[in-house]
């Protein structure tokens, strides 16, 4: 396993990009409402990515060994949806969650995150799905800085998540990430403390747990591409990209519009 460290021009290049990925998201928040398609969102999203970030969106015609071209230059994953949904005609309903995914390439280097959002009045249980979900993103995210290991982070979102009765999918994972989309470590999101890699200074990879209120088996669409729940429960995950540094990390997507993290986090 190669993994690429970053340092100095690297940083502040992913600084920059994570920034800008974030930002997208700031930019569509106010409208992910009843009404709108996903088809809308990815045109804002698009127009944004090209026209005023002067970047160039990722996932457009993105095609990974045993993948059709994805068509879209965002993922937006509805309800049972846990991830890589693509972009379509359906309008957003009361009630519908929904994550949307961006990926951003600026000056060569990739900025990655998604956030959660619930359209008009969720119920309580989606509410608390979505809202678990980020705290256990940054129970693993907390677990980060070197001598640590990929394990502990898994272990963290692992055992938060099942505590509170949810399930973590395990056919998808993080990845590092930098002038690559996807590459070296695979971040898993279940483990054990104290296995496999050792965080060292300047690896740079996402956190992005996927979580279903119901159980953990997935099954495949029918566009190549969409990963739903089995069962048909709702599914939820949120995304950040960070670089181990000398103490801790840091987390490259955070912009204006970013939520909080969580009073765990910040005491």
Do not use: R, Y
């Given at each position: 396993?190669?993994?690429?460290?970053?340092?100095?021009?690297?940083i502040t290049a992913l600084r920059i990009a994570g920034r800008l990925a974030s930002e997208v998201l700031d930019m569509l928040t106010p409208h992910v409402k009843p009404g709108i398609t996903t088809d809308q969102l990815d045109k804002l999203a698009h127009d944004y990515i090209v026209n005023v970030q002067q970047a160039i969106p990722a996932p457009l015609n993105y095609t990974p060994a045993g993948y059709i071209p994805y068509?879209?230059?965002?993922?937006?994953?509805?309800?049972d949806q846990i991830c890589h949904g693509i972009p379509n005609d359906r309008a957003l309903k009361n009630g519908d969650i929904v994550n949307i995914d961006v990926t951003v390439i600026k000056d060569g280097w990739h900025g990655d995150t998604s956030r959660m959002f619930v359209v008009g009045e969720g119920s309580i249980a989606a509410k608390r799905l979505c809202a678990f979900t980020y705290e256990a993103m940054w129970k693993g995210i907390a677990?980060?800085?070197?001598?640590?290991y990929l394990g502990d982070i898994g272990h963290a979102i692992q055992t938060y998540a099942e505590n509170a009765g949810f399930s973590i999918v395990r056919e998808f994972c993080g990845h590092g990430i930098g002038q690559v989309f996807h590459e070296e470590p695979q971040v898993l999101h279940y483990g054990r403390p104290g296995t496999l890699?050792?965080?060292v200074e300047g690896m740079v990879f996402t956190i992005e747990p996927m979580i279903n209120a119901g159980r953990r088996e997935i099954k495949?669409?029918?566009?190549?591409?969409t990963i739903k729940t089995k069962d048909r429960s709702l599914s939820a995950q949120w995304e950040h990209t960070l670089i181990v540094t000398e103490t801790g990390y840091e987390v490259?997507?955070?912009s204006a519009g970013s939520p909080p993290p969580p009073a765990f986090i910040t005491a």
């Open positions: 396993m190669t993994i690429t460290i970053k340092s100095g021009a690297d068509p879209k230059s965002i993922c937006t994953s509805v309800n677990k980060v800085k070197p001598g640590a890699v050792q965080l495949e669409g029918n566009d190549g591409w490259f997507t955070l």
